[in-house]
């Protein structure tokens, strides 16, 4: 019984992935633009740096492991042939990487105009880091938060520019309660109060930011056949099951893109995206009260320092 059920969910996902497989439209070319994408290696992110750099973008390629970060530039730099298109080292469960990335980067790139937090994770590991944050929930939300605030003066500098965050409609699922604490939760649970962190910063960020031409929205890419799932047990049957039911990494990036270069969301902020067009969010990711208290919990678990505040 519990096979048909899982089959009948699969056809279901399957059922509802081509009847909501949203697709970026907008032609616009990005010469002379400066992207980042976190997590650029692989999955979503890999096809979202890939597509943006056949754009004329020039692209940065912010990745945790070096050889897969280089290997994957090098990729599409001969798919493209757009030589504007380079590696910098980010280990998102390192506050230190972190930091450093952003040094790194304003030392050699004059602007920013769109920053796309896309790298995510799931499974790595229950314990807490060496910032004393669980491994997850940083790589997820904290590491990206610090980040974002560290690269907001050069997003107000090269306004108007854009803050693209990649969510899950499983954030309706999380909460904000505890989430630090370690082996609280499991990796589902971790991974949905993760992605409820990424709408409710996406949407105070908006709300700090309003007025200054960096407008910052979030998203749902759909449920995409990524190297997220790898953990999972049987890895031929994952990946064949993930393969035939799943969206493709293309498919998932349509969002992203859409958010990163149409003109349909010129001055577009705090909203929440799926399939190429604004969704609903969850009544907890609306809560203003809630989301000013992740901010202050970020703020202090990143030891923001008083000049970074926004």
């Not at 009847?19 to 070319?29: A, E, H, I, M, R």
Request: aromatic share 8%; glycine share 6%.
């Amino acid at each position: 019984m519990w096979f048909l059920w899982v089959l009948v969910t699969l056809l279901l996902i399957k059922v509802l992935n081509k009847l909501s497989n949203g697709k970026c439209y907008s032609d616009n070319v990005m010469c002379g633009q400066v992207v980042i994408v976190t997590g650029a290696n692989s999955g979503i992110g890999y096809a979202t740096a890939l597509e943006l750099a056949r754009r004329g973008a020039r692209v940065i390629a912010a990745c945790r492991d070096d050889v897969k970060g280089r290997t994957a530039v090098e990729s599409i730099i001969r798919a493209t042939k757009n030589k504007s298109v380079k590696y910098i080292h980010l280990d998102l469960s390192s506050l230190a990487s972190v930091r450093k990335f952003v040094e790194i980067f304003k030392s050699t790139e004059a602007k920013l105009d769109v920053l796309i937090n896309n790298a995510g994770a799931s499974g790595m590991g229950k314990e807490k880091t060496a910032d004393g944050i669980v491994r997850d929930m940083q790589v997820n939300h904290f590491g990206p938060f610090l980040l974002t605030l560290l690269l907001v003066p050069i997003l107000k500098k090269s306004a108007p520019s854009r803050v693209i965050n990649v969510s899950s409609v499983l954030h309706k699922f999380g909460t904000i309660e505890n989430i630090n604490e370690e082996g609280r939760y499991g990796y589902f649970q971790v991974f949905c109060n993760s992605k409820l962190c990424n709408v409710l910063f996406s949407n105070e960020l908006a709300r700090r930011l309003e007025g200054t031409g960096v407008d910052v929205n979030s998203l749902h890419p759909g449920q995409v056949n990524t190297c997220l799932y790898k953990s999972t047990a049987f890895e031929k049957l994952r990946s064949l099951i993930l393969y035939t039911f799943f969206k493709s990494p293309e498919e998932g990036a349509q969002t992203s893109l859409y958010l990163a270069v149409s003109d349909e969301c010129d001055q577009v902020t705090g909203k929440y995206f799926a399939d190429c067009e604004e969704s609903n969010m969850s009544l907890k990711a609306q809560d203003e009260l809630l989301a000013k208290r992740l901010w202050k919990m970020s703020e202090e678990l990143v030891r923001i320092k008083p000049e970074e505040t926004i």
